[in-house]
């Protein structure tokens, strides 16, 4: 259904938005992090899955929220490679680059920063794990969309372990590479399914040759069960570790512009966020925060019913909307969460977490 736009003037990409400063001095105040990042989710996604979940959700178990802008550097309305690009290295950055500041020069990522500091890191994702938000970790390419040299970032990185689709770009390169062969000898154990030997320190999870499939389409609970596997995987680090978790689909369903999808998709995303709170609970020394990249489709509620726990939704658009969108956080750190902040902000707010 489509609904009537409405159009407001605003300031030069958010330069009059004033951020409380961090001071990234400060002592590390826990030792892991799971960022769980729901592409494309915004209040009007969360508020539908709520309601036909019979009025609660995993993200709810987080005692904090916030607000974050998402514009990019050079349009109002941002891709994922540049909304992932300023929270994982804390510069805007233009739409459909990776890693890069507005000029080419490659950024460090907070996965780097982890790294490069002995903890260890991981990445899940419903997407190819060469996707934007995923790479946006990783990876610095001035175009979002070369899969094959992403691909060729990701084996130099040392993930611990990563999940994702994509596995073409590893196996069947223009290039005649075989980075399959390249993740073992870097001693990864590479598998297309989640029964890991545990024989090898890292894992490369490949859940699709190209795209995953939606969940119901019987993608199954991959993406809860690998977040299970690589926090009890990486725990044993005592310095700690850093994963991105990444609801990819969610977007894709609003691009779709189909409601079923995307309410499938929410509770997925929901689930795997139960699955880190349930560690963190335990842990004690894990700060979980979960947010949107930005919104896709402005999904509004038209209406519902919460006895039925149905609602009626409708779609503005099929693109992605500059919506700001929520932030919920739970664990030691939590707090810096709180207000109204540009989505760069997470970056200092992670690197203050950690005492980098």
Known sequence: MLLGLLFFSCTKSGDNIKLDPVNVNDAGQGKNIIFLIGDGMGLGQITAAR????GDLNIFRCGITGIQSTHSADKYVTDSGASATA???????NNYTLGIDING????????????NGLSTGLITTSEIVHATPAAFYAHQTNRYQYEDIALELIGKGVDFFMGGGKKYFSQRTDSLSLIDSLVLKGYEVTDNLNL?????????????DIPLKYLEGRGEVLSEAVWIAVNRLKN?????????????????GEENDQAYLMAEMLDFDRAVGKAMDFAEVDG?????VTGDHETAGFALLDGDI???????????????????????????????????????????????YGF
């Open 51 to 54: 309601t036909v979940n019979g």
């Open 105 to 116: 020069n490659p950024l460090e990522t907070i996965l780097e920063l982890a790294e490069k």
């Open 307 to 353: 006895t039925n726990n149905t609602v009626q939704g409708g779609f503005m658009t099929w693109l992605h909307t500059g919506m700001m969108v929520p932030v919920f956080a739970y664990g030691p750190g939590a707090e810096e969460f709180i207000g109204v902040y540009e989505n760069t902000a997470f970056y200092y707010k992670f690197l203050k977490f």
């Open 197 to 209: 030997s545990g024989t090898s320190k890292m894992s490369a999870v490949f859940i699709a040759e």
């Open 87 to 93: 929270m994982s290295c804390g510069q805007k950055t």
């Open 285 to 289: 020394n894990t700060l979980v925060v």
């Open 237 to 253: 680090n005592e310095k700690g570790f850093f994963i991105m978790v990444e609801g990819a689909q969610i977007d894709w369903a």
